[in-house]
Every structure is written in C-alpha cells, then in structure tokens.
C-alpha cells in the first residue's frame, strides 16, 4: 500500500498534533499510511513523562504537554518535521527496529550528504560528533504510530541552549548548516522522502 505524502508548509503544533489524533482514531486496515513534512513556529514540547525542570531557562516560548514519548525538545523554522502517520503492525516488526529504521533513514541521508552520522540504542535520535541533529518521538495507538521525527537544518538553536534537550543536560546540537550543506527545508525533505519510503518498506519477512 503506498504512503500519501503532505507537505505542509509552517504549521502551529497543537491543531497539527490533534490532527494526528484524530487521523489514528478514524484509521482503519485499509487506510493508507501518512508521512506530513512541514516546520512549526517556535515551541517546546515535553513528552508523556517529560520532566518540567529539564525547561532550565524562562522563555516566551509556549511549551507544549504532549502524548509523544521522550522529554522536552524545541521545534522551530528551519528545523524539517516529519510526522509519520505508520500502521507498523502491517509490517511485522517490533518498536524498537521501526525507530533503528527512521533514524537510519536520516543516517543515509546524511552520508549522501557527506556527513557521518550515528544512532544510539540508549538514547533514540540521529548524532554527528556527540552533537544531536535529529530527535525522535513516537506515540503508539491500536498498532498505528504518530508523532515522528525532527531534522534540523538551518535554525537558530538559541532556544536549545534553554532546555536539557530530551532530558539531557550539557547535550549539544547542531544542524546541516554547521556541516557544509545547504539545503532548504523542502529540499532536505525531498531528499530523505525517498530514505524513509525505502527503509519503510522492508518488512520482516523480506529484511
């Protein structure tokens, strides 16, 4: 079954994050999966069992309870959202290897960039030199996933600096820009699109 991708523009989190909502409630078998590709305006949002103090700084920044996992993170212009609307169960794997595969997704993207880039088992997001370009957040409902990933591309990662970005202090970030490419928010997404649709699609019984 082929996924439906939306591109988005900047949208605001909250009517975007109940839209998701709303789109696991309504789905049913036979209903496609969804990748939206979009940027917000500034927020922070904290996950189902994030922490109020890792907010280490007084800010305007309007912050966010969500129903993601994971602790607080920032989400701004020039950072690529994609939210991935999955029924996983579709593809006979477990939690743990869907992320392995979005965060790899992001790792091949980046070496087509010449950037190297890891994963960590301990700690779900894509890093290059100890530094974090990527974060994770996914929430599970009837076998289906919402929420999804964050990319950062050319933004002003000041507010990082007021929060312990997904619950650790002294983490550092950084962007695309920092690493020599520069792309646009919709390039990058055009450009890992076709990373996702290929590590997406593997299943099990064919991996």
Known sequence: MSRIVKHLGQVDYTPTWHAMQAFTEARTDSTPDELWCLEHPPVYTLGLAGK??????????????CDRGGQVTYHGPGQLVVYLMIDFKRMGIGVRELVRRIEQSVIDLLAELGITAYGDVNAPGVYVAGEKIASLGLRIKNGAVYHGLSLNVD?????????????????????????????????????????????LAVTKETA
Not at 52 to 65: D, W, Y
Not at 172 to 186: C, E, P, R, S
């Open 52 to 65: 109020p103090e890792h907010l280490i700084m007084p800010s305007s920044i309007e912050v966010v309870k």
């Open 155 to 199: 933004m002003d990662l000041t507010p990082f600096s007021w929060i312990n970005p997904c619950g650790y202090a002294g983490l550092k970030v950084t962007q695309l820009k920092h690493h020599g490419a520069t792309l646009t928010v919709a390039e990058t997404a055009a450009q890992l699109l076709p990373h996702l649709e290929r590590n």
